[in-house]
């Protein structure tokens, strides 16, 4: 039977959480500004940020173009071991 696990990233989509959060914080953005420039509910910004919010590719690429990092070094920094 193939299936894929259900929680087999949970600590890269929390590492994404954290790291949007340090990220924001560090632009003196908040989470309803932030929501905006990705255009998406706040909520959805608040669940990333818990870790609760799987996103899509082109959502992380919106999220790092408001945050004003490049895409692929935000992807390095979610497997890097240090945030």
């Not at 959480?17 to 632009?27: A, N, S, W």
């Amino acid at each position: 039977m193939w299936f894929v696990e259900k929680n087999r990233y949970e600590s890269e989509i929390a590492r994404l959480g954290l790291l949007v959060r340090e990220l924001r914080i560090k632009e003196e953005i908040t989470q309803a500004q932030l929501s905006t420039l990705c255009n998406v509910d706040v909520r959805t910004i608040q669940r990333i940020e818990k870790g609760k919010q799987n996103i899509t590719i082109s959502l992380l690429f919106t999220i790092a173009d408001a945050l004003k990092i490049n895409s692929s070094i935000l992807i390095g920094k979610i497997f890097s071991e240090n945030l």
